[in-house]
């Protein structure tokens, strides 16, 4: 092009024919395939962005699959194609993780600890605790809980 009107007024048009042809040439069915996993990934990703920010509030199923722009289904299947976990196990290990430094850097004790990463059951905590790590809380992290 020869000029920047030229540039910008034919620029545009044929930016979208040679994706057109791209996108529907001989390659262009796998070149769309990628662009999907791609776009999958990206929201999966901005998904545990969410999850590592907000690990604490209630984070439900259904409003994850919308902030992902999915349906819940496909959804669970993307997510676990992602990280090999469910949705649900994920943010249960994120806030047993976030406990364990809390109670280990910190010092909180595992009732305050439980609280603060979205527990509302000390007792259940207890219980995840032990089965994600193999030993209680207070054992862990050399106190028992007050």
Sequence with gaps: MTSKKEASILGPIILKELLYRASYGENGESLRAMAYQNRRFFMIARVLDKIHEDF????????????????????????????????????????????????????????????RVGYESASQFSREYKRFFGITPGRDVGFVAE
């Design 56 to 115: 604490s509030d209630d984070l439900n199923i259904n409003t994850l699959a919308i902030y992902a722009g999915m349906s819940v289904s496909a959804f669970h299947a993307s997510f676990k194609a992602v990280t090999n976990s469910s949705p649900l196990q994920y943010i249960k290990n994120v806030r047993l993780h976030k406990a364990r430094a809390l109670m280990t850097h910190d010092g909180l004790n595992a009732i305050s600890a439980s609280l």
